[in-house]
């Protein structure tokens, strides 16, 4: 008899199978999907349950595990401020800074009627500075920094234009995280505009590179594009009075310091000062360099390169 009870006691009347299922439906269509507290008014996306298993699942959730990069910036990057030869760039405060001064109690104003005429708000870029907006920065005491600085951001990144080349306005930029198309964005607004790109080039229409702001547009050659694993370096040859190889590096902070040459202390510590500071305010730190090569080094260095990229052995060991 128990053996009977125990075997029949999963069976249950098929009417009361379609009531529970009947009765899911109607929690999902009209409680969750009309539920005001899950609705998102800037994407005028309100909430949809695609399965009636859902709100057996509420209330359950006791830990949550994310990933702080992409859950607190809802993949939204900016490019807010910048720290060049030693110099920041940048008036803007960010949410953090605001509460840690309320927190002191310090009252830090921060209205948008005061920014100044050169201030640019838009997707990938939120920035404010008239040391260097508009071409300004080419009355900077260090405008070679600043050129080189816009033009690495401009060149090295694998972030494919979409648009009429003609009006950078109307250029999309479509990339594999948010973070190269901010630093486009943020070149682009500097004066380097990338608008086209090959398998072999880069083309920058390039503004304010003298003296009397005139325009030319420039093509690089991508020698050699490294995948990004914490460090990105394209290597690029620039069509400068005296043809050049160039190395352009992108990465974290401890991948690019250990791959600085000596001297230049001065620098270095502000520079990481900066980093810090950028970092305690709550933004996303990323280093620039370059380093001028010959075509000996260079030749010498992509035939390591080219045997390391057919190994079938510890190929990414051997790349780095």
Same mark, same amino acid.
């Given at each position: 008899?128990?053996?009977?009870?125990?075997?029949?006691?999963?069976?249950?009347?098929?009417?009361?199978?379609?009531?529970?299922?009947?009765?899911?439906?109607?929690?999902?269509?009209?409680?969750?999907?009309?539920?005001?507290?899950?609705?998102?008014?800037?994407?005028?996306?309100?909430?949809?349950?695609?399965?009636?298993?859902?709100?057996?699942?509420?209330?359950?959730?006791?830990?949550?595990?994310?990933?702080?990069?992409?859950?607190?910036?809802?993949?939204?990057?900016?490019?807010?401020?910048?720290?060049?030869?030693?110099?920041?760039?940048?008036?803007?405060?960010?949410?953090?800074?605001?509460?840690?001064?309320?927190?002191?109690?310090?009252?830090?104003?921060? /209205? $948008?009627?005061?920014?100044? %005429?050169? *201030?640019?708000?838009?997707?990938? !870029?939120?920035?404010?500075? =008239?040391?260097?907006?508009?071409?300004?920065?080419?009355?900077?005491?260090?405008?070679?920094?600043?050129?080189?600085?816009?033009?690495?951001?401009?060149?090295?990144?694998?972030?494919?234009?979409?648009?009429?080349?003609?009006?950078?306005?109307?250029?999309?930029?479509?990339?594999?995280?948010? /973070? $190269?198309?901010?630093?486009? %964005?943020? *070149?682009?607004?500097?004066?380097? !505009?990338?608008?086209?790109? =090959?398998?072999?080039?880069?083309?920058?229409?390039?503004?304010?590179?003298?003296?009397?702001?005139?325009?030319?547009?420039?093509?690089?050659?991508?020698?050699?594009?490294?995948?990004?694993?914490?460090?990105?370096?394209?290597?690029?040859?620039?069509?400068?009075?005296?043809?050049?190889?160039?190395?352009?590096?992108?990465?974290?902070?401890?991948?690019?310091?250990?791959?600085?040459?000596?001297?230049?202390?001065?620098?270095?510590?502000?520079?990481?000062?900066?980093?810090?500071?950028?970092?305690?305010?709550?933004?996303?730190?990323?280093?620039?360099?370059?380093?001028?090569?010959?075509?000996?080094?260079?030749?010498?260095?992509?035939?390591?390169?080219?045997?390391?990229?057919?190994?079938?052995?510890?190929?990414?060991?051997?790349?780095?």
């Amino acid at each position: 008899m128990f053996t009977l009870i125990t075997l029949y006691s999963t069976i249950i009347p098929i009417s009361l199978y379609v009531s529970i299922e009947m009765i899911k439906f109607i929690q999902c269509a009209q409680f969750i999907n009309n539920d005001l507290n899950m609705y998102h008014a800037e994407s005028n996306t309100p909430a949809l349950a695609r399965t009636s298993n859902l709100n057996e699942e509420l209330g359950q959730v006791e830990y949550i595990f994310s990933d702080k990069t992409g859950t607190l910036t809802r993949n939204l990057m900016e490019f807010f401020k910048c720290s060049i030869g030693g110099e920041i760039y940048g008036t803007g405060i960010t949410e953090i800074e605001k509460g840690g001064a309320e927190r002191a109690g310090v009252r830090i104003d921060d /209205d $948008e009627d005061k920014r100044s %005429a050169t *201030a640019v708000h838009e997707k990938g !870029f939120n920035f404010d500075d =008239t040391r260097i907006m508009r071409g300004a920065w080419r009355n900077e005491p260090n405008p070679e920094a600043c050129m080189e600085f816009f033009r690495c951001l401009a060149i090295c990144h694998t972030v494919l234009p979409e648009g009429e080349e003609e009006t950078p306005e109307k250029i999309t930029y479509q990339a594999a995280s948010p /973070d $190269e198309a901010a630093l486009v %964005a943020a *070149a682009k607004n500097f004066g380097f !505009f990338f608008y086209r790109r =090959t398998p072999t080039t880069v083309m920058v229409r390039e503004s304010h590179v003298d003296r009397m702001g005139s325009m030319q547009d420039v093509a690089y050659e991508i020698l050699n594009v490294l995948e990004f694993n914490n460090k990105e370096a394209p290597i690029c040859g620039l069509p400068l009075s005296k043809w050049k190889t160039c190395s352009l590096l992108q990465g974290a902070d401890n991948v690019i310091y250990e791959r600085l040459a000596d001297g230049n202390y001065d620098i270095k510590k502000t520079s990481r000062e900066h980093l810090e500071q950028f970092g305690s305010a709550g933004l996303r730190t990323l280093c620039l360099a370059y380093r001028d090569l010959s075509m000996d080094q260079y030749k010498s260095w992509n035939e390591k390169f080219v045997q390391a990229k057919s190994s079938l052995r510890d190929r990414d060991k051997k790349i780095d």
